[in-house]
């Protein structure tokens, strides 16, 4: 079996490869990239009763793995770029040859995928970090998952200014419900619920958008969503919206969350 690790800051996520099949994935927290590293792995084999032999290769990725300069356990031991784990991850478990990863993590970065042809074209600095940051800030809280369910209780029509608030028809080519102003109707008093669902609509409508400016003049109109925020709901009415609204296609496959680790595990063979 292969082995895809994804080490973050503090978060890792670990896969294994075995037959073409992803086998358990897993994530844990830890306080440091090395300790979440030796945690992961140590889980993964303990809960799935695999032995250090059944293990063929172990492939590393994100920031993290730079922190890790032996071999795991003795294990052949080997790193991926990140980008293209990204990308490789995304094209097994969509099925799709040609498209433009958004990877959604602390940040967002964007990968063309055309064949076997990786690229990074680009990525912004909204994502994950940026929900948690004001959070902490206007909520104090930074638990994402609360945030995303007290947001389901609150009102966008108090938090964004719409184009419908600004002007008396649709304007070319926006309807009437579009966004003019994310936070453009905010005010001091405004409830913890309808900010919470700003702050989360913030988030992935600027990734959103992001998304399909750096996919202009690409000739690709399908985006693949991956990484932690891909396990938020408003996913599901955002990038609909989104989609219908500029004739693109936005997917989030099964694995979306670990698809960075099953490309590093994927890129052995590669």
């Not at 913030?202 to 000739?219: C, F, H, K, N, R």
């Not at 990038?239 to 500029?246: I, S």
Request: aromatic fraction near 6%; hydrophobic fraction near 40%; proline fraction near 4%.
């Amino acid at each position: 079996m292969l082995i895809g690790i994804d080490v973050g800051i503090s978060t890792t996520k670990i896969v294994g490869i075995r037959e073409g099949e992803v086998v358990s994935p897993i994530r844990i927290t830890a306080v440091d990239p090395v300790t979440s590293l030796y945690g992961a792995f140590g889980k993964y084999l303990h809960d799935n009763n695999f032995g250090l032999e059944d293990i063929e290769h172990v492939m590393l990725t994100g920031v993290g793995s730079a922190y890790i300069s032996q071999p795991i356990y003795g294990l052949p031991t080997s790193n991926c770029d990140e980008f293209v784990a990204d990308g490789l991850g995304a094209r097994y478990e969509s099925g799709l040859d040609k498209a433009i990863v958004v990877s959604m993590g602390t940040g967002t970065s964007f990968v063309k995928c055309e064949g076997c042809k990786m690229e990074h074209i680009g990525g912004i600095g909204t994502g994950g970090g940026t929900l948690q940051g004001l959070s902490r800030l206007l909520l104090n809280t930074s638990d994402i998952k609360y945030v995303s369910g007290i947001a389901t209780k609150g009102n966008l029509a108090n938090i964004n200014l719409l184009i419908g608030d600004i002007s008396a028809r649709p304007l070319p080519g926006l309807p009437m419900d579009a966004t003019a102003s994310l936070f453009g109707k905010a005010q001091s008093n405004t409830s913890q619920e309808d900010i919470a669902k700003g702050l989360v609509y913030l988030v992935l409508q600027s990734i959103g958008s992001a998304a399909i400016l750096a996919g202009q003049g690409t000739g690709i109109d399908d985006f693949i969503l991956i990484g932690n925020l891909t396990l938020l709901p408003q996913c599901h009415d955002i990038f609909p919206a989104m989609a219908e609204l500029y004739g693109v296609r936005f997917h989030i496959p099964k694995h979306s969350e670990f698809c960075t680790a099953i490309g590093a595990a994927l890129s052995h063979k590669q």
